[in-house]
T-cell receptor
Framework: EAAVTQSPRNKVAVTGGKVTLSCNQTNNHNNMYWYRQDTGHGLRLIHYSYGAGSTEKGDIPDGYKASRPSQENFSLILELATPSQTSVYFC????????????FGSGTRLTVL | QQKVQQSPESLSVPEGGMASLNCTSSDRNFQYFWWYRQHSGEGPKALMSIFSDGDKKEGRFTAHLNKASLHVSLHIRDSQPSDSALYFCAASGTQVVGQLTFGRGTRLQVYA
């Protein structure tokens, strides 16, 4: 089965600090995604990537950057963390093509104090 | 406006009963629909996809799609306590990259 691993599982950060969330996939999928999950909002797309070296903005990209240095790795970067970015973040990979299924990691719970 | 709307927000059914979840989209570009299931403390996992009008059955789960009304439903027969989870409806258009749009979810509780 598809494997997507996120680290860390939990993170506490201070307002104004820099936070990097990491994601690794062993499926050799071209596409990778970052979502955040908040009660009452479901899952919202932050950034995505078509492959190594590419990043694209999703529906709520403000305050976030992404980096895809390789096929396997996709990072989400919060340069200046704010309390409103307290959330659970999920990384996912997909094998491209119309109607692709996404495979999600177990999530990172981020608290910004 | 939420492009993918789910109802009900929460649902409680007895073990062995039938659970019915609904999803309606407001975007006619959406052509592909999924149901994802998320157990507490885990990431969402694809349950089933449906791309054509009509019914699709996988074990105890049946999805129904009506593209004309942009309505998709999920029916779970013989519900088990292990089915207790958050269920998301998700949709995407015809672009190559997925970019799924998720609903807010229906929380299902199956009680003994």
């Amino acid at each position: 089965e598809a494997a997507v691993t996120q680290s860390p599982r939990n993170k506490v950060a201070v307002t104004g600090g820099k936070v990097t969330l990491s994601c690794n996939q062993t499926n050799n999928h071209n596409n990778m995604y970052w979502y955040r999950q908040d009660t009452g909002h479901g899952l919202r797309l932050i950034h995505y990537s078509y492959g190594a070296g590419s990043t694209e903005k999703g529906d709520i990209p403000d305050g976030y950057k992404a980096s895809r240095p390789s096929q396997e790795n996709f990072s989400l970067i919060l340069e200046l963390a704010t309390p409103s970015q307290t959330s659970v973040y999920f990384c996912a990979s997909g094998d491209a093509g119309r109607g692709e299924t996404l495979y999600f990691g177990s999530g990172t719970r981020l608290t910004v104090l | 406006q939420q492009k993918v709307q789910q109802s009900p927000e929460s649902l409680s059914v007895p073990e062995g009963g039938m659970a019915s979840l609904n999803c309606t989209s407001s975007d006619r570009n959406f052509q592909y629909f999924w149901w994802y299931r998320q157990h507490s403390g885990e990431g969402p996992k694809a349950l089933m996809s449906i791309f054509s009008d009509g019914d699709k059955k996988e074990g105890r789960f049946t999805a129904h799609l009506n593209k004309a009304s942009l309505h998709v439903s999920l029916h779970i027969r013989d519900s088990q306590p292990s089915d207790s989870a958050l269920y998301f409806c998700a949709a995407s258009g015809t672009q190559v990259v997925g970019q799924l749009t998720f609903g807010r979810g229906t929380r299902l509780q199956v009680y003994a």
